[in-house]
């Protein structure tokens, strides 16, 4: 399974940025994807995650301002991200949990490469 994230970048407080994460690898299920990141100094932290069901759950920092959503193959999950702070400012990495491939379930976690999100004025 691969994860491939793309949509970062530099932006002022206040803009919007959307981050793309696109699942790959002959993949039937994807059980839930979703968005960590981590700053500078700090642990790696959950974002936003998106069930195959519909639900989601969201750090209350990012609350009201960011939405997790998939396309109708659920094979790409995607953060629009409003209102950015700079306390964004950080690494964010597409998450995938849950895979079924070729007709066998993987209950295991997948990482993509992170893409760097900057907000500064």
């Known amino acids: 399974v691969q994860l491939q994230a793309s949509g970062g970048g530099l932006v002022q407080p206040g803009g919007s940025l959307r981050l793309s994460c696109e699942a790959s690898g002959n993949i039937e299920l994807i059980n839930v994807m979703g968005w960590y990141r981590q700053a500078p100094g700090k642990q790696r932290e959950l974002v936003a995650v998106?069930?195959?069901?519909?639900?989601?759950n969201y750090e209350d920092a990012v609350k009201g301002r960011f939405t997790v959503s998939r396309d109708g193959g659920q094979s790409t999950v995607y953060l629009q991200m409003n209102s950015l702070q700079p306390e964004d400012t950080a690494v964010y990495y597409c998450?995938?949990?849950?895979?079924?491939?070729?007709?066998?379930?993987?209950?295991?976690?997948?990482w993509g490469k992170g893409t760097q999100v900057t907000v500064s004025s």
């Open positions: 998106h069930t195959r069901t519909g639900s989601t």
């Open positions: 998450y995938a949990q849950g895979v079924t491939r070729l007709g066998t379930f993987y209950n295991m976690a997948y």
